[in-house]
């Protein structure tokens, strides 16, 4: 079972408009204790983020400063316009990286990883803000009981190869951790076996103790992101 961004998000999202000053942009950061907001223009879409980092530079770097230290040529150049900007069109991060509520949480996963990026605004088609998605609501994912774990990757086994082969399978989860045991027909069962269950909701590993024809030797895999 995929879980996607629309089944994780916070649709109810503090965001400002371009030309929010930065004075009501850092209390509203403080009163509402998140990190970065989404700035939107006159019709609700997103044209970028504003984070407490870019809102750091006018305080880090100062605004009569002309030489930077650790900055060269247009790195500097960027930072020396936040060390200056007052208004949220001028701070903001620009484009800014989107989810769609459509994505899975794999995805938004990658995303912020590869980006280094706390939480993405999610918009429909047309860049509209519907939601919010952070770290914490893509690693929720890891929250779900063994048990029902267990139960989906049963199911899959029956529905996918049948009855009498799922009665062949012994599978146990511990803290996410699934292990299945029990003898395929053919090797290539058994690891479409596996791979389904690595991409179960919540797994966290798969340990492959199945006796395969033939003499074929099981492995252990983390459940992963796909590539892209």
Not at 53 to 72: E, H, R, V, W, Y
Not at 132 to 141: F, G, H, P, T
Not at 159 to 187: H, I, K, M, N, Y
Request: charged share 30%; hydrophobic share 45%.
């Amino acid at each position: 079972m995929e879980t996607f961004v629309k089944d994780v998000m916070t649709t109810r999202v503090v965001w400002v408009k371009r030309d929010t000053p930065f004075t009501a942009i850092a209390a509203a950061l403080r009163e509402h204790r998140v990190s970065a907001f989404p700035v939107l223009d006159a019709q609700g879409r997103v044209i970028g983020v504003v984070s407490e980092s870019d809102l750091l530079a006018k305080l880090a770097l100062g605004i009569d400063d002309d030489k930077l230290p650790g900055f060269t040529g247009i790195l500097a150049g960027h930072q020396l316009e936040k060390a200056h900007a007052s208004i949220a069109e001028e701070l903001m991060t620009s484009p800014a990286y989107l989810a769609s509520p459509d994505d899975t949480v794999e995805h938004a996963a990658q995303i912020m990883y590869k980006r280094k990026v706390k939480r993405l605004p999610v918009v429909d088609t047309e860049r509209r803000l519907v939601g919010i998605v952070s770290r914490a609501d893509v690693l929720a994912a890891y929250d779900r009981p063994d048990a029902e774990i267990g139960r989906e990757i049963r199911n899959d086994i029956a529905v996918c190869e049948s009855l009498a082969d799922a009665e062949r399978f012994d599978v146990t989860v511990t803290d996410g951790v699934v292990t299945l045991a029990g003898r395929p027909q053919t090797r290539q069962q058994g690891h479409d076996i596996i791979r389904r269950a690595r991409h179960v909701h919540g797994v966290v590993a798969v340990r492959d103790r199945l006796d395969y024809p033939a003499g074929a030797a099981g492995f252990d895999v983390l459940a992963d992101f796909p590539a892209d």
